[in-house]
């Protein structure tokens, strides 16, 4: 299936199509509005977050609780619109008072104006806003709900903020859900008390701070992807599908960048087999995917995040009116939106596999998957 989002951040709302999406998969609508709000959580985030509360109104595609094959569409509304409407109609502006000319260092805002010809830059930050990501979130929850159906889920918790980090991985999905209690997405008590006092700081100085999170993926079968030509690769959809989260700036397929400098006898996960598990290996350096394809361990993507370019206390910039050194725009920001992004990275992880397990199993109803499914 292909997706695609519209929407600008304080316009009229948001929207996503999900097409080539199977018929029969029972979607609970609520579920969706959970995760939405699951993204909206999260110490460090600002006054919009007060504003808003994201749900999904389903346009088409599901009929009576269950897809049809057709498209899905979706919007959710922004109501913050409301105080935005005469700066953001789509017909007629008051001109000048949300007009943006001092380009914030680290964001869409002047390669983007010079790009598509603008003179005010609110028209690049509308769209380059992170708000957007709500919509994959609406999405992924959709995707997630089908792989559900087949034992397929997703987790993920904040493993830095900041300088603060956990001292080690954690690999069990039991303690990894504890995040989910935890402002900051963290499953270790102390280290999520670091994390917000950090937030404080950074606040307090009109500062802000990026972070890492990490994703596990539980109960994909083997062989989604392929070793076949580097395009169909599973690690290279993850990677590009995480890449193109706001503000993410590295993703690592499980032990990656540590597995680079150790021997190979210490890094690849030997294979063993026993009759009622199958293959299986004791280890997962290799975060689950091994020549492009899921080899049947659980799938580990960790992803860092920079910090917020929008800061209270703005760097040097040049005005694009005059051209002279000013300091850059302040808007209204999070401090921090590490815990949002790590929601956002589960859905859009969860949605590379569903569209690689249907491509594997087949993409009609959910009937003639299963069938597929159980026989392979
Ligand atoms: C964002 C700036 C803030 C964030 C926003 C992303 O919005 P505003 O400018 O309205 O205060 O709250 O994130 C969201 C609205 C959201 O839903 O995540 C930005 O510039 O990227």
Redesign the pocket.
Known sequence: FRLITAGE??GKGLVGVLEGFPSNVAIDIEAINKDLAR??KGYG?????KI?K?QVEILSGIRGGKTLGSPISFLIENK?YANWEAYMNPVAIEEGPRRVTEPRPGHADLTGAMKYGFKDIRNV?ER????E??VRVALGSIAAQLMKVFNIEVVSHVTAIGKTSLEERIEAIEKIKLAEASEVRCCDAAKETAMIEEIKKAKEEGDSLGGIFEIHITGAPAGLGSYVQWDRKLDAKLTYALMGI?AIKAVEIGYGFENAQKKGSLVHDEIFFQEEKGYYRDTNHAGGIEGGMSNGENIVLRCAMKP?P?LYKPLRTVDIDTKKEVLATV????TC?VP?ASVVGEMVAITVIAQEFLRKYGADSLEEITKRWKEC
Do not use: N, P, V
């Not at 380059?128 to 708000?131: I, M």
């Not at 808007?331 to 999070?334: A, F, I, K, L, V």
């Open positions: 951040s304080h993204r909206q985030r600002g006054g919009r977050m808003e994201d913050d930050l380059s806003s992170a708000r990501t709500a706001q917020i929008t808007e209204r920001s999070d939106a949002a």
